[in-house]
T-cell receptor
């Protein structure tokens, strides 16, 4: 069965430091991976996706993610964190031949001033 | 361009009552999805419409949940009768047709509390 794991419930990082939010996946076949962010009282906003091609995917708000097939990971990264990046981040994988997403449990990112 | 909208934003009902949630997708999006996040856990898929047809309803928890999308525009999700375990945040999403790789755009969610 397809699954996604976000091993950290919360990540704290100082403003200006690089940040990483971890995601690992388990799929049969090619993985199609997504990152979303949820700010307070808002819906999930799409950040980026990996379908095929370059392992480093660039997305919105300066975020990028690195696809690593051998480690089955798709970690979200940003070179320099902002306080405004504080939010809840979800990793998702498309479930095989369907359109539905399987989500991780979410990681709360806290950027400290 | 307006995003996905959901109504109401919050709903508090008693166990045994009925609640209807509404979702308006982005105009032109044939695909519409319902998801649910319960008690801070992962977001789980409920069902997928293509226009007015149910393409995949494998995530619907039981027959107390009824989703409709008459005319292929907005969708409703009715819970009748509501149980305590139905509490959570219900998200609606939509996407363009043509490719399963098109990202889904999510609404702000409806927070349902069943007392």
């Amino acid at each position: 069965a397809q699954s996604v794991a976000q091993p950290e419930d919360q990540v704290n990082v100082a403003e200006g430091n690089p940040l990483t939010v971890k995601c690992t996946y388990s799929v049969s076949g090619n993985p199609y991976l997504f990152w979303y962010v949820q700010y307070p009282n808002r819906g999930l906003q799409f950040l980026l996706k990996y379908i095929t091609g370059d392992n480093l995917v660039k997305g919105s708000y300066g975020f990028e993610a690195e696809f690593n097939k051998s480690q089955t990971s798709f970690h979200l990264k940003k070179p320099s964190a902002l306080v405004s990046d504080s939010a809840l981040y979800f990793c998702a994988v498309r479930d095989g031949g369907t359109y539905k997403y399987i989500f991780g449990t979410g990681t709360r990112l806290k950027v400290l001033a | 361009e307006a995003g996905v909208t959901q109504f109401p934003s919050h709903s508090v009902i008693e166990k045994g009552q009925t609640v209807t949630l509404r979702c308006d997708p982005i105009s032109g999006h044939d695909n519409l999805y319902w998801y649910r996040r319960v008690m801070g856990k992962e977001i789980k898929f409920l069902l997928h419409f293509v226009k007015e047809s149910k393409q995949d309803e494998s995530g619907m928890p039981n027959n107390r949940f009824l989703a409709e999308r008459t005319g292929g525009t907005y969708s409703t999700l009715k819970v009748q009768p509501a149980e305590l375990e139905d509490s959570g945040v219900y998200f609606c999403a939509s996407s363009l047709s043509g490719s399963p790789y098109n990202e889904q755009f999510f609404g702000p969610g409806t927070r349902l509390t069943v007392l």
